[in-house]
């Protein structure tokens, strides 16, 4: 009889905000209007609020005499210092924090307001409630005794900082050292140029570094919100270098940061540009075919363009296609979108058409609010309760290297996630081409990420389902970024995966075995199979049609 193991426990996503609400945007009216709504229904509930404020006076009482009933969560790292646990004033305070926030939770879990409401209401909470976190004020431990060993001084210091982010970071701690880095040098280095350039690109084609090369190249597509650099940082996790070592050749599209008179651009721009660096990389090297490569939004350009060449009948130009955290299939159900109503989408679409663009710090604040321990209240605590210098990070340097959106593709992204147009056939036109993914038949290999807060794994699992091929799909044990970081040699690094695509993720998580080490030699081993024969390395950058100019990482990278 065979052994039968255990079911995993399906992972939850971790937070309630994703690509979605950075997208759409997250109103502080909003959030205002839930919190008067909750005011309302304690009044309007007497009975039932004053049963509640009397448990948590009872809990309060229970505290005061010592005891703790209420465990801190074990990765939950601001009460990691054992003087929360240790002296009795900071363990009742540790204590009456968690009454309040479960004894909050429970008001609403058994209130008499609508599912939604409550959903809303609790997101509120939990802002408030990590807002409210005794860890961000001066009682915290760790700021009183960096206080007594400074001699005063990290107070002066963190009161520095603070005024500088007031002044020139948007109110927003800061969360890199920016003079520890720059493109060029440190970032984005890779021997290389520019070989094309239109008005919404750069295509650089990178110096080969093997002796043999595969006749098909790789062309990068990254996401139009971030620069394309994160394929590109440091040596040790360049995933560019990882595929010139192994004889792949590479090229890479930078966008251009739009500006006001850029308004226009929408994804229909996008794919056609991309379609022009694709028949440049063909041009480049003399091969039919090129391999695509997307990133988060930049997944559903590749799949975008292929569904516009399916549909003149030139899909034969795509070798294969590789999703990176991309979702094609947008339905994400969560609470920041309970606050998207119609009339929402339409002002956050006329903001950014009258604007010309939306901001990248609009969205990047977004993005950190997602994570408000680990992306804002953590920095709050380091930068200004202890003084000290933000960390020297390229992940974070390169996610705080805003750009910005043209307001017409920030409508088609709204569009995208409020129609959901790719999980139908003519759903999406693109460049005058209705959209059939289905009769996309390139085969593809798709990559998640288990705590991935902004693109969830099983809208990307879905996403996979959607278009024809041979498909493979991968489960990286990582987030957003580091789901694409991931470097052999990464001892933490494990990933999932089952053969058979069964149409529910949560069958497919249940079959999945589990590797040690990182994916990319997956992806090496499975892009070398579809790359065409080896040859003797082409030096040269360019041709004569298209002759190298910068050199990498080009101008568009630098442009603010």
Same mark, same amino acid.
């Given at each position: 009889?065979?052994?039968?193991?255990?079911?995993? +426990?399906?992972?939850?996503?971790?937070?309630?905000?994703?690509?979605?609400?950075?997208?759409?945007?997250?109103?502080?009216?909003?959030?205002?209007?839930?919190?008067?709504?909750?005011?309302?229904?304690?009044?309007?509930?007497?009975?039932?609020?004053?049963?509640?404020?009397?448990?948590?006076?009872?809990?309060?009482?229970?505290?005061?005499?010592? /005891?703790? $009933?209420?465990?801190?969560? $074990?990765? /939950?790292?601001?009460?990691?210092?054992?003087?929360?646990?240790?002296?009795?004033?900071?363990?009742?305070?540790?204590?009456?924090?968690?009454?309040?926030?479960?004894?909050?939770?429970?008001?609403? /879990?058994?209130? &008499?307001?609508?599912?939604?409401?409550?959903?809303?209401?609790?997101? =509120?909470?939990?802002?408030?409630?990590?807002?409210?976190?005794?860890?961000?004020?001066?009682?915290?431990?760790?700021?009183?005794?960096?206080?007594?060993?400074?001699?005063?001084?990290?107070?002066?210091?963190?009161?520095?900082?603070?005024?500088?982010?007031?002044?020139?970071?948007?109110?927003?701690?800061?969360?890199?050292?920016?003079?520890?880095?720059?493109?060029?040098?440190?970032?984005?280095?890779?021997?290389?140029?520019? @070989?094309?350039?239109?008005?919404?690109?750069?295509?650089?084609?990178?110096? $080969?570094?093997?002796?043999?090369?595969?006749?098909?190249?790789?062309?990068?597509?990254?996401?139009?919100?971030?620069?394309?650099?994160?394929?590109?940082?440091? #040596? /040790? #996790?360049?995933?560019?270098?990882?595929?010139?070592?192994?004889?792949?050749?590479?090229?890479?599209?930078?966008?251009?940061?739009? *500006?006001?008179?850029? #308004?226009?651009?929408?994804?229909?721009?996008?794919?056609?540009?991309?379609?022009?660096?694709?028949?440049?990389?063909?041009?480049?090297?003399?091969?039919?075919?090129?391999?695509?490569?997307?990133?988060?939004?930049?997944?559903?350009?590749?799949?975008?363009?292929?569904?516009?060449?399916?549909?003149?009948?030139?899909?034969?130009?795509?070798?294969?296609? +590789?999703?990176?955290?991309?979702?094609?299939?947008?339905?994400?159900?969560?609470?920041?979108?309970?606050?998207?109503?119609?009339?929402?989408?339409?002002?956050?679409?006329?903001?950014?058409? *009258?604007?010309?663009?939306?901001?990248? #710090?609009?969205?990047?604040?977004?993005?950190?609010?997602?994570?408000?321990?680990?992306?804002?209240?953590?920095?709050?605590?380091?930068?200004?309760?202890?003084?000290?210098?933000?960390?020297?990070?390229?992940?974070?340097?390169?996610?705080?290297?805003?750009?910005?959106?043209?307001?017409?593709?920030?409508?088609?992204?709204?569009?995208?996630?409020?129609?959901?147009?790719?999980?139908?056939?003519?759903?999406?036109?693109?460049?005058?081409?209705?959209?059939?993914?289905?009769? =996309? +038949?390139?085969?593809?290999?798709?990559?998640?990420?288990?705590?991935?807060?902004?693109?969830?794994?099983?809208?990307?699992?879905?996403?996979?389902?959607?278009?024809?091929?041979?498909?493979?799909?991968?489960?990286?044990?990582?987030?957003?970024?580091?789901?694409?970081?991931?470097?052999?040699?990464?001892?933490?690094?494990?990933?999932?995966?089952?053969?058979?695509?069964?149409?529910?993720?949560?069958?497919?998580?249940?079959?999945?075995?589990?590797?040690?080490?990182?994916?990319?030699?997956?992806?090496?081993?499975?892009?070398?199979?579809?790359?065409?024969?080896?040859?003797?390395? &082409?030096?040269?950058?360019?041709?004569?049609?298209?002759?190298?100019?910068?050199?990498?990482?080009?101008?568009?990278?630098? @442009?603010?």
């Amino acid at each position: 009889m065979r052994k039968q193991h255990p079911p995993r +426990t399906l992972p939850t996503p971790t937070v309630a905000m994703n690509a979605q609400s950075a997208i759409v945007g997250l109103r502080g009216k909003d959030l205002l209007s839930t919190l008067r709504g909750m005011a309302f229904q304690g009044l309007r509930q007497p009975v039932h609020s004053a049963r509640h404020l009397l448990a948590l006076g009872g809990q309060l009482g229970r505290v005061l005499l010592g /005891d703790t $009933p209420y465990k801190v969560n $074990p990765h /939950d790292p601001r009460f990691a210092d054992p003087t929360w646990q240790l002296n009795p004033f900071y363990r009742r305070g540790l204590q009456a924090y968690l009454a309040w926030q479960k004894q909050l939770n429970s008001w609403i /879990d058994e209130s &008499q307001m609508s599912a939604d409401d409550r959903i809303r209401a609790r997101f =509120v909470a939990t802002l408030l409630g990590d807002a409210l976190s005794p860890t961000n004020t001066l009682l915290n431990p760790l700021a009183l005794k960096e206080l007594f060993n400074t001699g005063g001084s990290s107070l002066a210091k963190g009161l520095g900082h603070l005024l500088e982010d007031l002044l020139h970071n948007d109110g927003m701690p800061s969360q890199v050292s920016k003079q520890a880095f720059e493109v060029g040098r440190n970032l984005a280095a890779t021997p290389g140029a520019v @070989v094309f350039r239109n008005e919404l690109l750069e295509l650089i084609q990178y110096q $080969p570094m093997s002796e043999k090369q595969y006749a098909t190249p790789l062309l990068i597509v990254p996401p139009q919100i971030n620069k394309f650099y994160i394929f590109d940082l440091s #040596r /040790d #996790r360049s995933f560019v270098q990882y595929a010139l070592k192994n004889g792949v050749q590479t090229f890479a599209i930078s966008w251009r940061n739009p *500006q006001t008179r850029h #308004r226009e651009w929408g994804l229909s721009s996008y794919v056609q540009a991309a379609e022009e660096a694709l028949e440049v990389c063909r041009a480049i090297t003399g091969s039919k075919q090129v391999s695509l490569l997307g990133a988060c939004a930049g997944g559903l350009t590749i799949a975008a363009l292929q569904g516009h060449l399916q549909a003149k009948r030139q899909l034969r130009k795509v070798a294969s296609a +590789t999703y990176l955290v991309s979702l094609l299939d947008s339905q994400i159900d969560t609470p920041a979108m309970l606050f998207a109503d119609e009339q929402t989408l339409e002002a956050a679409k006329r903001r950014s058409y *009258q604007a010309g663009v939306l901001d990248g #710090r609009d969205m990047a604040k977004v993005f950190a609010w997602m994570r408000p321990n680990d992306l804002i209240w953590n920095y709050w605590v380091n930068n200004y309760l202890l003084g000290k210098q933000p960390p020297a990070f390229d992940i974070l340097y390169w996610n705080n290297d805003n750009t910005r959106l043209p307001a017409a593709l920030h409508g088609d992204l709204i569009d995208f996630f409020k129609h959901n147009p790719l999980t139908h056939a003519g759903g999406l036109e693109v460049c005058g081409t209705p959209i059939d993914l289905q009769k =996309v +038949t390139v085969d593809s290999f798709n990559v998640a990420g288990i705590n991935d807060h902004i693109t969830p794994w099983d809208a990307v699992y879905r996403s996979a389902l959607l278009v024809g091929g041979s498909r493979r799909f991968i489960l990286s044990n990582s987030g957003h970024i580091q789901s694409i970081l991931n470097p052999p040699g990464n001892p933490k690094a494990t990933y999932l995966e089952s053969h058979k695509l069964s149409g529910d993720p949560r069958a497919w998580y249940h079959d999945a075995k589990k590797h040690d080490g990182s994916w990319w030699p997956q992806w090496l081993s499975w892009i070398q199979e579809r790359s065409g024969e080896q040859h003797a390395t &082409q030096m040269e950058l360019g041709n004569l049609q298209h002759p190298a100019m910068e050199a990498a990482p080009g101008t568009y990278v630098h @442009v603010r």
